[in-house]
């Protein structure tokens, strides 16, 4: 299982609690999973709005159980921002 850090920005970052912290997964959908049983609050519902990096390159249409993680990779949780 790969060794991941999973960082929050802006309203995930609210929901979560934390700015980031590490997972142990082996896809981007085990990573999700895990970050919302650990934050089952406001998260899960963040986590539908949002877009994703991982290792700096974007998810975007991708299957998220398709998208495997690389041991000291990084997953960046992208919520919509307004402004600019």
Known sequence: MAKVTVRY????KAAA???E?????DTLAEALRAARERHPGELPRVLRRCSFLVDGDPVGTR?????RLADGGTVEVLPPFAGG
């Open 9 to 12: 920005w802006a309203a995930a």
């Open 17 to 19: 609690g934390v700015a």
């Open 21 to 25: 912290e590490p997972h142990d997964a």
């Open 63 to 67: 299957g998220h159980e398709t998208v």
